[in-house]
């Protein structure tokens, strides 16, 4: 039985390591293709893409690039692991990819609930380009590989509140940006591209609010699926 479950776990390792590799690569290739405006789907029913470094205002951006950043890691700490020069990955670095997931995973949701719905293009046009990769593939992959291939029990529950880390920090920067481009109680959808705002700035504290408890919510679910054992 220690010989089953010693070869399961080497097994999830070596899927978790190319699941990773394959984030951090899809990352890389989708930042490459925004910040450089290149139109390889050959069509005009593009949505929330902007390129060179204004790119770095989307919260979809900056989950999959801290998604990247942490998949590389994880996939450092899984080749030491696969050749024995470490024990464990540590709990940090678990709690990282928590939250990193559950960034995405709020980016894929927004998107297909919200975002696409409400889009002059639907889905379709979020899907466009770079945003296949930020808003679908990448989220995808990710979670699935944390749900799945890296099983753990060294994150406890209070800690799933690290999960709205990405999102608090982002909203900050949001309202704040909001607040400087407001003209007579209203803001340009050039300023509030996710166009949570147009009813007017008092509807922030309705929205923000939401969106936590959305996060939470994801970041909870993300953690009890990673602890359940689906054998």
């Not at 394959?22 to 390129?51: D, K, P, R, Y």
């Not at 297909?112 to 719905?117: A, E, H, Q, T, W």
């Not at 799945?148 to 909203?171: C, D």
């Not at 900050?172 to 407001?182: P, Q, S």
């Amino acid at each position: 039985m220690k010989n089953e479950y010693v070869t399961k776990t080497y097994n999830n390792i070596k899927v978790s390591l190319i699941l990773n590799i394959i984030t951090a690569l899809f990352t890389f290739v989708a930042s490459i293709i925004m910040f450089t405006g290149f139109n390889f789907m050959h069509t005009n029913e593009t949505v929330l893409e902007s390129s060179k470094l204004g790119m770095l205002k989307f919260f979809t951006v900056q989950s999959n690039i801290f998604m990247g950043i942490i998949a590389l890691l994880f996939a450092f700490e899984e080749i030491k692991l696969l050749n024995e020069k470490e024990k464990n990955i540590s709990k940090k670095l678990y709690i990282l990819k928590l939250m990193s997931t559950t960034a995405v995973g709020l980016t894929c949701f927004i998107v297909f609930s919200y975002l696409g719905p409400i889009s002059k293009g639907g889905i379709i046009s979020m899907l466009m380009n770079s945003n296949l990769f930020f808003h679908l593939l990448i989220p995808v992959i990710s979670i699935i590989n944390f749900i799945f291939f890296e099983k753990t029990n060294i994150i406890i529950v209070k800690e799933t509140f690290y999960g709205i880390i990405p999102t608090l920090l982002y909203a900050f920067y949001y309202l704040t940006n909001i607040l400087i481009h407001m003209e007579n109680g209203r803001v340009s959808v050039i300023y509030d591209w996710y166009w949570f705002v147009q009813q007017g700035v008092w509807t922030a504290i309705i929205v923000v609010p939401i969106i936590l408890c959305i996060t939470y919510i994801i970041s909870f679910i993300l953690w009890k699926l990673n602890k359940y054992k689906f054998d």
